[in-house]
């Protein structure tokens, strides 16, 4: 069975500062990938960067990037230089095989809030 | 180009009406999933579509039903509404196969009485 961990309920971070979001997964898959999304008051689920599982580097997207270590099976999300517009929930998913279909399979997200 | 456009945006129903909520993918994109998301938690995976066929369904009661048309838009149904089912509804679009990434519409906000 697919599973995603995300530890943090809330975190807090000073404006210009670097922050790690957490997320652990568990999947029997070799072929795989993880994504974080972060979700707004507004509601809309924005896609911030992709991993895959065969991927020989960290994937970077901007000020976002994504600290995967296999072995560990962890995929922490690292936002550098944070604005007070990063306050917002993270979603770290994963793409859900078990029916087949195009799905992601998210965790309980993380409540992020910069302090100016 | 257009984002993933979901109509309405707020929605008001009793226990035991049925409700219809619209979603229109980005232009290009073949692929429709929707997501239901309880205060709280995750999105929660319901149906996805692909040239308007089911792909994959979730764990959901058959009260949900989905369908896609012909120009790739989607409707999900709910029948006979329960308090429970009161959520933020989510539709994300795709472009078909790999590791391509979902976009998200700003979803429906269901209330049931």
């Known amino acids: 069975a697919q599973k995603i961990t995300q530890t943090q309920p809330g975190m807090f971070v000073q404006e210009k500062e670097a922050v790690t979001l957490d997320c652990t997964y568990d999947?029997?898959?070799?072929?795989?990938?993880l994504f974080w999304y972060k979700q707004p008051s507004s509601g809309e689920m924005i896609f911030l960067i992709y991993?895959?599982?065969?991927?020989?580097q960290n994937a970077t997207e901007g000020r976002y990037s994504l600290n995967f270590q296999k072995a560990r099976k962890s995929a922490n999300l690292v936002i550098s230089a944070s604005q007070l517009g990063d306050s917002a929930m993270y979603f770290c998913?994963?793409?859900?095989?078990?029916?087949?279909?195009?799905?992601?399979?998210f965790g309980t997200g993380t409540r992020l809030t910069v302090i100016p | 180009d257009a984002g993933v456009t979901q109509s309405p945006t707020h929605l008001i129903k009793t226990r035991g009406q049925h409700v219809t909520l619209r979603c229109s993918p980005i232009?290009?994109?073949?692929?429709v999933s929707w997501y239901q998301q309880v205060l709280g938690q995750g999105p929660q995976f319901i149906f996805q579509?692909?040239?308007?066929?089911?792909?994959g369904r979730g764990n959901f009661p058959d009260r949900f039903s989905a369908r896609q048309f012909p120009n790739y838009s989607s409707e999900l149904n709910v029948n006979a509404l329960l308090l429970g089912d009161s959520a933020l509804y989510l539709c994300?679009?795709?472009?078909?196969?790999?590791?391509?990434?979902?976009?998200f519409g700003d979803g429906t906000r269901l209330s049931i009485l």
């Open positions: 999947t029997s898959d070799q072929s795989y990938g």
């Open positions: 998913a994963m793409r859900n095989r078990q029916t087949g279909a195009n799905n992601l399979f």
């Open positions: 579509y692909y040239e308007k066929e089911e792909r």
């Open positions: 991993q895959g599982s065969y991927d020989e």
């Open positions: 994300a679009s795709s472009l078909a196969g790999g590791e391509q990434p979902q976009h």
């Open positions: 232009s290009g994109h073949k692929s």
